[in-house]
């Protein structure tokens, strides 16, 4: 009924008159939208590729164009802390007083379904993965459409996240026809999740906000066992936000690179020690050794290291707290040989 009368909405707008894929055009965004089509869209920490969460062939799409298997559930994006109950039931106090704490911003809550949220967005789950995303251009969005937004990150399945709308086109300009340009993104990875079992918060995915940020609201916080042969998020799974060009992790990734005796080497390092060996190919995530802008700065640099032909690529680990630590998430597993990945060297070391 919903889609008819979307249909029917927009049966009476003009077909938006931009042609080009990226845009800043809430219109077309907002056309396409309703239409049925799947729009990437910006978000603080990645670009996401969105749909209307009660159109069920829309949300199939984004599965279609992510190559994502179905059993990966997706996050609903809302517009206020409020449309919480849209999605949810028996939501407990203690996600209010997260949402209230963190949100808009990249904290996404998992809760307890609505009969009405569909089964290919919670990948038949009775939870469903919400969030209120801090970029004005999108809430405006999700306002005008006046539905919630079913959105996974903007890459292939598997792939290096988008930061940037040229990311997403770079990726998917045949499949799209609305990119909505909002810039950069300005936290650069993606949200931390964090669900509710038998009153206690668990943690399933290391994200923008520390797990020391979480506990610093509700006390102390359990970590989802990344072992579990069926990962509660397939953010967890083992290789995932991965280049095409092989990557390592080192803690000295210059002595590293010169053990190697390789040539096209690309290191991914941070903080203000100066190198001078020009047969690298060096990008620098923050000269200040600032973990916030190393985290804003990840993906981008990788997209570049990921597109010069490189035989490997060499990252630096980062101190493991705070955002460093889900740095050193994605860093891990966007390497290629699953001996650099263990769960203590990603939750423990
Ligand atoms: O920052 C972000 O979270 C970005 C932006 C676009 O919002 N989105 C994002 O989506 O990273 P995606 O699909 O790449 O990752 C969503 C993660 C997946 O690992 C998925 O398994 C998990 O959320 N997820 C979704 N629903 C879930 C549920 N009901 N229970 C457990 N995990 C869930
Ligand atoms: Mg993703």
Same mark, same amino acid.
């Given at each position: ?20 894929? =990226? ?67 028996? =939501? ?133 066992? =990344? ?20 990557? =390592? ?101």
């Amino acid at each position: 009924m919903e889609k008819i009368l979307n249909l029917l909405n927009i049966a009476n707008t003009a077909i938006p008159k931009e042609k080009k894929l =990226i845009t800043t055009s809430l219109a077309k965004a907002t056309w396409y939208l309703k239409k049925g089509d799947p729009v990437a869209i910006p978000t603080e920490t990645v670009y996401g590729l969105a749909a209307n969460i009660y159109d069920e062939n829309a949300v199939k799409k984004i599965f279609e164009i992510k190559k994502r298997p179905a059993f990966n559930p997706l996050i609903v994006h809302v517009a206020s802390i409020d449309s919480m109950k849209e999605v949810a039931v028996n =939501i407990p106090p203690i996600a209010y007083t997260l949402a209230e704490k963190f949100w808009p911003g990249p904290l996404t809550l998992i809760l307890e379904k609505k009969s009405t949220i569909l089964d290919c967005i919670t990948a038949g789950k009775k939870t469903v993965a919400v969030r209120m995303p801090n970029h004005k251009m999108t809430l405006e969005l999700i306002k005008r459409v006046g539905f919630p937004l079913a959105a996974p990150s903007a890459n292939p399945f598997g792939s290096i996240s988008p930061t940037s709308a040229q990311h997403v086109a770079n990726y998917f300009k045949k499949e799209l026809n609305v990119v909505l340009d909002g810039g950069e993104c300005e936290k650069g990875i993606e949200s931390t999740i964090v669900g509710f079992e038998n009153g206690k918060v668990i943690l399933y995915r290391l994200g923008v906000i520390s797990k020391e940020m979480i506990e610093f609201v509700v006390g102390e916080v359990e970590l989802l066992n =990344i072992d579990d042969n069926q990962p509660k998020a397939p953010g967890m799974l083992l290789k995932h936000y991965a280049p095409k060009t092989k990557m =390592i992790m080192s803690e000295h990734p210059f002595k590293r690179a010169n053990d190697m005796l390789g040539s096209k080497i690309g290191l991914l390092i941070f903080g203000n020690e100066k190198f001078t060996d020009s047969r690298y190919t060096v990008k620098n995530l923050s000269e200040n050794g600032d973990v916030a802008e190393a985290a804003k700065n990840l993906y981008a640099h990788m997209h570049l290291l990921d597109e010069m032909g490189l035989e490997l690529i060499i990252a630096q680990k980062f101190p493991d707290a705070g955002i460093g630590k889900s740095i050193n998430d994605r860093l891990s597993r966007a390497c290629w040989s699953e001996m650099n990945y263990t769960s203590t060297n990603i939750f423990s070391e």
